[in-house]
């Protein structure tokens, strides 16, 4: 069984942010492959869709908490204790990427993610694919904080870009997970 999850912060406020790659792209994924509604799981704080052998996951606990959720999900669909997940699949924005470009990697992902940080926590490993979205603009500009700018919304262009890479990465992601 594949999980695949997207992270982010819930509510319409985050929609269209930096931050919320993950989330977005777990969505649009989920949709082109036919999952129904997602529906929201109160115990793993996260809402969950599932279809066939893919379970798509957007946490609910806002970035910094998400190692809660992904380890709940996991622990209820696999019911098995592990310490390299090769069927988990973590779309994460990522600054140290310009927006429109991705990267696929088992067991490596940026330092100092917090959402990631809290996934290493509840796994105790890093042994899980990270599907790393590129969402810096900033061509060396680093006058405003990281975590200020992972909160801006993309301007028009740049969901373009976005809107772009989204598309390639749910077409690896298929070949990956089907």
């Known amino acids: 069984m594949n999980i695949v999850a997207g992270l982010g912060n819930p509510g319409e406020v985050f929609n269209n942010t930096r931050h919320n790659a993950g989330l977005e792209i777990v969505q649009s994924l989920s949709e ?12 793993m ?26 380890k709940a999900v996991l622990d209820y669909y696999l019911k098995k204790s592990q310490t390299n997940y090769e069927n988990l699949y973590i779309i994460h924005d990522d600054l140290d990427i310009a ?16 959402g990631l940080m809290s996934i290493y926590q509840h796994l105790g490993t890093k042994n899980f694919w990270h599907v790393r979205i590129g ?18 919304k993309f301007n028009v262009n740049e969901t373009q870009k976005f809107n772009s890479v989204k598309m390639k990465v749910i077409k690896r992601l298929i070949n990956l997970i089907t």
């Open 45 to 70: 704080q996260s809402e969950v869709c599932k279809l066939d052998q893919n379970v798509f996951v957007k946490p609910q606990t806002f970035m910094n908490g998400s190692g809660f959720s992904v």
């Open 135 to 152: 969402i810096d603009t900033r061509e060396g500009d680093r006058t405003m904080s990281s975590p200020v700018y992972v909160l801006q």
């Open 99 to 114: 927006l429109g470009d991705f990267k696929i990697k088992f067991a490596s992902g940026p330092v100092g993610h917090n």
């Open 32 to 43: 082109t492959l036919g999952c129904p509604k997602f529906s929201l799981k109160k115990k």
